[in-house]
């Protein structure tokens, strides 16, 4: 979710926007080839393209502005989950200079590159700056969740009504929890903790709005997933193609099984999925294909680890020793 909303107006022209997708899109490239030092330099291209026009705009703004320069620090950590072919690299710069906090490699930045440069001394020393800390900084990894998340128009709200049931006990029941106040940040997540195997979940939730909804199951780790649709159902076409009424309400109830990731994760998820009723019936399979979902969509996920079941040993057969 790395979006300023729809206030925000582009300072760049079009033909630099356009130049700094393409420097995403080269070090990605590097990046996937071992090439880090490619990678790095392409970013270090991207502070000449960018950072000295928002710096000098922030300036005009207020005496008080600070520089942009750490938020490429942040750009670095998420490159290979950028989406280099729709979003705009300038807002994602904004964003997480407006959200430093949550990134720990802008939230101390060194005085040296939070201070816009005005000079041609100081932007070779911040330039230099920057080198540096590239060089420095970890290796960037993908999540998938945050590849996902990127273009959604923020969380839904943790509104499902959550079912426990072994055999015939109902162990837990948890309704939706009070909606946040106004302007409070809002988790997209919660943790369910240890589910046994054969245990029966009911997620039930109400539309929000008028839109289309799909409920997906994640499979995995931090870094990559499995993910499949299981509502609508994969081969129900006309389901997944019919719009959803706001405050319809939908159940879904599933067996949890112990299972293992393609990529060995072993942590389960349920999407919940709400989109404008804009979007084509096949948005489903293309949100698979793309691993990312669309522009306008909202979604809240419900996260559980699945304990592994008891080996239980065969019965002792107290003749076994007198056999031949």
């Not at 994602?92 to 939070?114: F, G, I, K, R």
């Not at 509502?231 to 599933?254: C, K, Q, S, Y």
């Not at 096949?282 to 522009?295: A, C, I, M, N, Y």
Request: charged share 25%; aromatic share 4%; glycine share 6%.
């Amino acid at each position: 979710m790395r979006r300023l909303g729809p206030r925000w107006r582009p300072l760049c022209e079009p033909l630099v926007a356009e130049e700094a997708r393409d420097l995403i899109a080269r070090a990605q490239a590097a990046l996937s080839d071992d090439h880090r030092a490619g990678a790095e330099r392409q970013i270090l291209r991207l502070y000449d393209l960018l950072v000295p026009a928002i710096d000098d705009w922030a300036l005009s703004k207020s005496a008080d502005a600070e520089s942009v320069t750490p938020a490429l620090l942040a750009l670095w950590h998420e490159l290979p989950d950028i989406d280099a072919e729709r979003e705009s690299i300038e807002e994602l710069l904004l964003w997480h200079a407006a959200n430093a906090a949550e990134t720990p490699a802008v939230a101390s930045p060194d005085a040296l590159a939070s201070a816009p440069a005005q000079e041609d001394t100081d932007r070779a020393a911040q330039r230099s700056w920057l080198e540096q800390a590239l060089k420095s900084a970890a290796l960037p990894a993908s999540q998938w969740w945050r590849r996902l998340t990127r273009r959604a128009q923020g969380p839904l709200s943790d509104c499902a009504h959550l079912t426990l049931q072994r055999r015939s006990q109902v162990l837990w029941e948890r309704p939706p929890p009070s909606a946040p106040a106004p302007g409070e940040a809002t988790e997209a997540t919660t943790h369910l903790g240890v589910l046994q195997p054969g245990d029966r979940l009911t997620l039930r939730f109400a539309v929000p709005a008028p839109g289309r909804v799909l409920v997906l199951h994640a499979l995995g780790d931090r870094q990559s997933a499995d993910l499949e649709q299981i509502l609508p159902a994969p081969d129900d076409n006309e389901g997944e193609g019919v719009p959803r009424r706001a405050h319809e309400h939908i159940e879904v109830v599933g067996e949890i099984e112990t299972a293992v990731a393609s990529g060995g994760g072993r942590e389960h998820c349920l999407i919940l999925l709400w989109g404008p009723e804009q979007l084509p019936a096949t948005w489903g399979s293309e949100l698979l294909s793309r691993r990312s979902v669309p522009t306008g969509s909202r979604l809240f996920r419900y996260c559980y680890d699945v304990a592994e079941p008891a080996v239980t040993a065969p019965p002792h057969d107290p003749t076994a020793a007198n056999r031949p």
